[in-house]
T-cell receptor, first 115, second 110 residues
Framework: GAVVSQHPSWVICKSGTSVKIECRSLDFQATTMFWYRQFPKQSLMLMATSNEGSKATYEQGVEKDKFLINHASLTLSTLTVTSAHPEDSSFYIC???????????FGPGTRLTVT | QKEVEQNSGPLSVPEGAIASLNCTYSDRVSQSFFWYRQYSGKSPELIMSIYSNGDKEDGRFTAQLNKASQYVSLLIRDSQPSDSATYLCAVNTNAGKSTFGDGTTLTVKP
């Protein structure tokens, strides 16, 4: 199957700082990438959908100025959590899809802890 | 009504039994259907995709799709303790939207 990488796999940062998470599709070109957040024992929550070269579409309730998404190429998307607070601590997972009828492939996730 | 609905479980089956996971969806124009497995603390991994009515088998897994009933299921034969996980149903529409169910937690008891 297709491979999606995420970096870093875990990060600890101080409150008020910003953190960037990278998502790469390693062996296919991803026209669409998705960013999810998951709290312990809860469902996946879609944060935003990004298509290469265009602005991300954010789900209701997700602050676009706080969670900056860039999908600069067909193999790379980044999520920047700005001015992080402890309540932003979560498991952030990206996924990538080659075409709209196709399956999504998930990255391994990034565990963010804000102290 | 949720767009994609799954029984939250937990579903518990003995080792060697058949586990049956069900999913219903509301959008009739949905075209693509997927099952993912998520172990605790890990990200989801794709198990099966199905696009046409009927059954699709891959090893111990069989996906079943009935578009008329807006129903997709996953059967796991000869269940193993390593199958214990949360199983997510996902549906793609013509517009490219992907919607996930909340997942069913499966426990296979030795």
């Amino acid at each position: 199957g297709a491979v999606v990488s995420q970096h870093p796999s875990w990060v600890i940062c101080k409150s008020g700082t910003s953190v960037k998470i990278e998502c790469r599709s390693l062996d296919f070109q991803a026209t669409t990438m998705f960013w999810y957040r998951q709290f312990p024992k809860q469902s996946l929550m879609l944060m935003a959908t990004s298509n290469e070269g265009s602005k991300a579409t954010y789900e209701q309730g997700v602050e676009k100025d706080k969670f900056l998404i860039n999908h600069a190429s067909l193999t790379l998307s980044t999520l920047t959590v700005t001015s992080a607070h402890p309540e932003d601590s979560s498991f952030y997972i990206c996924s990538a899809r080659e075409q709209q009828d196709y399956e999504q492939y998930f990255g391994p996730g990034t565990r963010l802890t804000v102290t | 009504q949720k767009e994609v609905e799954q029984n939250s479980g937990p579903l518990s089956v003995p080792e060697g039994a058949i586990a049956s996971l069900n999913c219903t969806y509301s959008d009739r124009v949905s075209q693509s259907f997927f099952w993912y497995r998520q172990y605790s603390g890990k990200s989801p991994e794709l198990i099966m995709s199905i696009y046409s009515n009927g059954d699709k088998e891959d090893g111990r897994f069989t996906a079943q799709l009935n578009k008329a009933s807006q129903y997709v299921s996953l059967l796991i034969r000869d269940s193993q303790p390593s199958d214990s996980a949360t199983y997510l149903c996902a549906v793609n529409t013509n517009a490219g939207k992907s919607t996930f169910g909340d997942g069913t937690t499966l426990t296979v008891k030795p």
